[in-house]
């Protein structure tokens, strides 16, 4: 090897930030968790933090998130005191446009890092993990074998429809027929039949802009994108759209298109959290029964939905969604003053 009894570790000079992180995936879907060298954030709960981190740090969003240390894909989060007593810790959740209100695939993930670091106490065979994420307080439940984390379930945020079969003129493309939903966030869930979509990597680039078009149609067009409580979770996230699976023994494929035309690689946990409320307010899944969604790489998600309540003026139920995370790397990021591409950039 030809750097055997070489220098192999850079010494930044004094005056260069550095963030520590460990990346991770939940079925495909990026990760990157942020864990020493953020500034301390000021607030009294995650709400607060998200408010402050967007009007003082986002520099350093999007110096983690784009290019050159990530991509336009990329996906974050840091954590931080909960709101009270009742969680183990608090997230935000960061990405190519800004801060999301709520995140499956990161609570898959930071529940078994949580629990494999020693964060959390660990007990067996299962470990609550409890986290208060922007949209509210979410459940997370870390199955152990022989010590280590395997699959990680999580109940959701009460999830609910605000409209079914709604239409929408989409420029290019007519009218769309589409549904509401909240599950953390809140979508348009398109079947992508209806415009002759396949959901497959071959069409990526044209599932980003139909789903970006239709995002920003509903948005000029739907007055009804309003969270019964907090103003903060009230904008539309993304588009989700739904098709027949590719895999067979599955049930549906989900792929989502979020924020600035991020693509989801996992079938989204807070998008199918939205969708067990539709398929429960349709009378297509009951209590305790359990859909397999698959995202556009193949890796599933199992749904469910297990209680129904009263949120706001909305019967809404409480999703269950189940997948797996897993580690990739661990990183010292640096920043050095005199770049002048230190907070990033983005090209697609």
Not at 72 to 82: R, S, V
Not at 152 to 158: E, K
Not at 288 to 304: A, D, L, Q, R
Request: aromatic share 10%; with cysteine; charged share 20%.
């Amino acid at each position: 090897m030809f750097l055997k009894n070489k220098p192999i570790r850079f010494n930044p000079p004094e005056g260069w930030q550095q963030i520590k992180t460990i990346d991770m995936h939940t079925c495909g879907e990026p990760l990157r968790v942020i864990v020493e060298g953020f500034p301390e954030l000021q607030g009294n709960n995650v709400l607060e933090y998200r408010r402050y981190i967007r009007e003082h740090y986002d520099h350093l969003r999007t110096a983690l998130m784009f290019e050159p240390r990530g991509h336009a894909d990329m996906y974050g989060c840091l954590l931080l005191p909960p709101n009270d007593e009742g969680a183990d810790f608090g997230i935000l959740f960061m990405h190519n446009e800004g801060y999301s209100t709520m995140c499956g695939h990161a609570v898959i993930a930071i529940t078994k890092l949580a629990v494999e670091m020693g964060w959390v106490k660990k007990t067996e065979p299962e470990t609550i993990v409890k986290i208060d994420a922007p949209c509210g307080r979410i459940t997370a439940f870390a199955k152990l074998e022989k010590g280590r984390v395997g699959g990680v379930r999580f109940h959701c945020v009460p999830s609910f429809v605000v409209g079914l079969d709604r239409e929408v003129t989409v420029a290019g493309l007519g009218k769309i027929t589409y549904d509401l939903a909240y599950g953390g966030a809140f979508y348009a869930y398109v079947d992508a039949r209806q415009i002759g979509l396949d959901l497959t990597p071959e069409n990526y680039r044209r599932i980003i802009q139909t789903g970006m078009d239709i995002k920003h149609a509903v948005m000029a067009a739907d007055g009804e994108i309003r969270h019964p409580f907090e103003e903060d979770l009230s904008f539309l996230y993304g588009t989700i759209f739904i098709g027949g699976p590719v895999t067979a023994g599955l049930d549906s494929r989900n792929v989502c298109v979020f924020a600035e035309g991020e693509v989801d690689r996992c079938p989204t946990g807070s998008g199918v959290s939205g969708r067990m409320a539709i398929h429960f307010e349709r009378g297509e899944i009951g209590l305790g029964e359990t859909m397999s969604i698959e995202s556009i790489t193949g890796s599933v998600f199992h749904g469910s939905v297990v209680e129904v309540v009263d949120f706001g003026p909305f019967r809404a139920v409480i999703p269950q969604v189940e997948g797996t995370a897993h580690v990739t790397g661990q990183h010292v990021f640096l920043i050095d003053p005199q770049d002048a591409m230190g907070e990033g950039f983005i090209l697609r």
